[in-house]
């Protein structure tokens, strides 16, 4: 006992750990995450074939998924390091821009351009295929094209509004 109290952040670092621990395996596990809109993994089933899957749908590769989704206060976690990283300056988080005045953006820097093209035929196809029906199309821009005084500086998103006039052309 005396070897233990030798090294106090050792054991407290260890206690943590199986406190930690206890309350993953005591938590229920979630269906969905309110704060990402999107479902969670759940606990996957075991058996032998699963395992010797190395594919994205065997047990390894699905049960650190289920572990990264069900930990005890995911939720509160995701918002510290969010909080941290927006006080170090971070303009981005997986995917998302933040903006002045608590505005989040999409970042958008490729698009596919066969499925566009794909998309404006079909649309063009739709017109001629039905002349005399009146068709209305809206083709609206992502927020970071019309909220602009609150985008970050120098995000580096593809120029909407030209592709959009350049569809319209194409129409």
Same mark, same amino acid.
């Given at each position: 006992?005396?070897?233990?109290?030798?090294?106090?952040? #050792?054991?407290?670092?260890?206690?943590?750990?199986?406190?930690?621990?206890?309350?993953?395996?005591?938590?229920?596990? /979630?269906?969905? #995450?309110?704060?990402? !809109?999107?479902?969670?993994?759940? =606990?996957?089933?075991?058996?032998? #074939?699963?395992?010797?899957?190395?594919?994205? *749908?065997?047990?390894?590769? /699905?049960?650190?998924?289920?572990?990264?989704?069900?930990?005890?206060? *995911?939720?509160?976690?995701?918002?510290? =390091?969010?909080?941290?990283?927006?006080?170090?300056?971070?303009?981005?988080? !997986?995917?998302?821009?933040? +903006? /002045?005045? +608590?505005?989040?953006?999409?970042?958008? *820097?490729?698009?596919?351009?066969? !499925?566009?093209? %794909?998309?404006?035929?079909?649309?063009?196809?739709?017109?001629?295929?039905?002349?005399?029906?009146? =068709?209305?199309?809206?083709? &609206?821009?992502?927020?970071?094209? &019309?909220?602009?005084? *609150?985008?970050?500086?120098?995000? %580096? !998103?593809?120029?909407?509004?030209? =592709?959009?006039?350049?569809?319209? +052309?194409?129409?």
């Amino acid at each position: 006992m005396k070897r233990l109290l030798r090294y106090p952040v #050792s054991v407290f670092f260890f206690a943590l750990i199986l406190l930690l621990c206890a309350l993953n395996i005591l938590s229920p596990d /979630r269906e969905t #995450s309110e704060a990402e !809109n999107r479902p969670l993994q759940q =606990k996957p089933t075991f058996s032998f #074939s699963s395992m010797l899957d190395s594919s994205e *749908r065997g047990f390894a590769q /699905r049960f650190e998924k289920y572990l990264s989704d069900q930990f005890f206060g *995911r939720d509160q976690w995701i918002t510290a =390091k969010s909080v941290a990283e927006a006080a170090l300056g971070k303009i981005e988080n !997986n995917g998302v821009a933040y +903006g /002045r005045d +608590g505005y989040l953006f999409g970042i958008y *820097r490729t698009y596919d351009e066969e !499925n566009y093209d %794909g998309n404006v035929e079909s649309l063009a196809e739709l017109a001629q295929a039905a002349p005399e029906l009146q =068709k209305t199309v809206m083709l &609206v821009p992502s927020a970071y094209e &019309v909220l602009t005084d *609150r985008v970050p500086a120098h995000l %580096g !998103n593809i120029d909407e509004l030209t =592709k959009l006039a350049d569809t319209n +052309g194409r129409l």
